[in-house]
């Protein structure tokens, strides 16, 4: 008998089967949205480095970055027979499209910024957009463990669930230093590899809560 030959065909099979596995695994749509304006912002660093993240070592998940600069301040008076501003309607759109969401917030005086909390009351409008999805935070800043606190509590009664671990908060003012100043984006390997460990743990949970974990 050809011990090693079988071993190498069996080798090869495993390897055939992993690699069907991988490319079997359902696709997932995550909506990403920062809470800062800030051009060179690091929390909207953390978003692109999802994204490339996605693009080139995590398989079957898709981010999108969703601007919301534009929403009007929450006004109901904007809302006339059912339907909202064309920049209301486009953002709910792309956000009932995700699978789950992705959100990047500082700290503004213990809580998240008034334009991440603009985005989430105009997603809430009827019909609520962000039920029944996974969601996940980041923060690129110590005093994110609050905003975040803050925001998991207004993701109970929107239905939005997150993720518990793993958690994901950055000192990115504490030297050595993780971010370009220039452009924000990250480059620190260390960070990365957790970004990359909560958006893995995203994806798992996500296709859970749609049924093909």
């Known amino acids: 008998m050809d011990v090693c030959g079988t071993n190498k065909r069996n080798r090869e099979e495993e390897s ?11 696709l997932i749509k995550v909506a990403a949205i920062c809470g800062s304006l800030r051009k060179a912002s690091y929390n909207r660093g953390l978003i692109r480095a999802a994204i490339e993240l996605t693009k080139e070592e995590i398989e079957g998940v898709h981010v999108e970055y969703i601007e919301i600069s534009a929403l ?8 006339v027979d059912g339907t909202y501003p064309p920049e209301v309607e486009e953002f709910r759109r792309k956000v009932l499209e995700a699978d789950s969401c992705l959100f990047a917030s500082p700290d503004y005086n213990y809580s998240i910024t008034p334009l991440l909390k603009n985005a989430l ?30 925001l998991r509590q207004i993701g109970v009664y929107l239905d939005l669930h997150f993720i518990n671990k793993p958690e994901f908060y950055l000192n990115a003012h504490r030297p050595p ?37």
């Open 16 to 26: 055939e089967m992993e690699e069907e596995s991988v490319a079997e695994k359902p």
């Open 177 to 213: 230093g993780k971010f370009n100043t220039n452009s924000g984006d990250l480059v620190d390997s260390e960070t990365k590899e957790n970004l990359k460990e909560m958006i893995l743990s995203l994806q798992a949970f996500t296709l859970r809560l749609l049924g093909k974990g």
């Open 121 to 150: 009351d105009w997603g809430s409008r009827p019909p609520n957009v962000w039920a029944g999805k996974g969601a996940a935070a980041v923060s690129a800043v110590g005093g994110g463990r609050r905003a975040q606190f803050h």
């Open 72 to 79: 009007p301040m929450l006004n109901t008076d904007l809302e």
